[in-house]
Structures are given as structure tokens and as C-alpha cells.
Nanobody
């Protein structure tokens, strides 16, 4: 079992920045591919970014490419999402997700269904 706790959400003006954190506990963090997803009420949860077990490979949704950066710190069991040049359309609840991936089968996966564990979410609101 893996527990994920997100933090760092809040209200920011368009063009601003936020850094989300996701603290993981319960299992060896280094064996998990990690992802960030977001959801607007009434819409499906959508992929934002993912990072493989050793942090050497990342994947981004087209909507955030060039503005968001995912990273991980194995020593702190934490994955980050640095969000720059925020837009009102980035407003959503952001969720951290994890999947055990010792063989790289889910490396940088963008599919909701691939992830086994989810955090409770943190809300990001971008005002225009």
C-alpha cells in the first residue's frame, strides 16, 4: 500500500507559478512510476505529467508542455509539479498517482487505469 499526500495548491493570477508536492509513504518510492492528473468538476480526469522510476524520463500532456515540469526526489519520497505561466484553463483539482513499476512497463504512462494509488487532490485556481 502506498499513501500519497498532495500539497501546494492555491489561488494564483494568470501568468504566475505554483509548485505542487506529493509525499509518498508505505513502499519503496523508487519502484513507482509517478503521475499528475487534474480534474474539473463535471469533466473526466485528465493526464498532466508522468515520470519514470529513476526520474530519467518524463511525459507531458500537450496542454502543459513547456510550462510544467515534473521531478522527483527519491531521498524525500516526493514528486513535484512545477507549474509556470499558469492560465485560467489550468484551474482544476490536481491529483498525484503512483503505480508499482519495477520493470518499466508503465514508464511515463498517461492512462488513468494504469495507476494503482491516488492522493486526495489539491485545488489550483488561476484567476484571469
Amino acid at each position: 500500500q502506498v499513501q500519497l499526500v498532495e500539497s501546494g495548491g492555491g489561488l494564483v493570477q494568470a501568468g504566475g507559478s505554483l509548485r505542487l508536492s506529493c509525499a509518498a509513504s508505505g513502499r519503496p518510492f523508487s519502484m513507482y512510476t509517478m503521475g499528475w492528473f487534474r480534474q474539473v468538476p463535471g469533466k473526466e480526469r485528465e493526464f498532466v505529467a508522468a515520470i519514470n522510476v529513476n526520474g530519467g524520463s518524463t511525459n507531458y500532456a500537450d496542454a502543459v508542455k513547456g510550462r510544467f515540469t515534473i521531478s522527483r526526489d527519491t531521498a524525500l519520497n516526493t514528486v513535484y509539479l512545477q507549474m509556470n505561466s499558469l492560465k485560467p484553463e489550468d484551474t482544476a483539482d490536481y491529483y498525484c498517482a503512483a503505480v508499482r513499476d519495477p520493470f518499466g512497463d508503465y514508464s511515463r504512462s498517461s492512462r488513468n487505469s494504469d495507476y494503482e494509488y491516488w492522493g486526495q487532490g489539491t485545488r489550483v485556481t488561476v484567476s484571469s
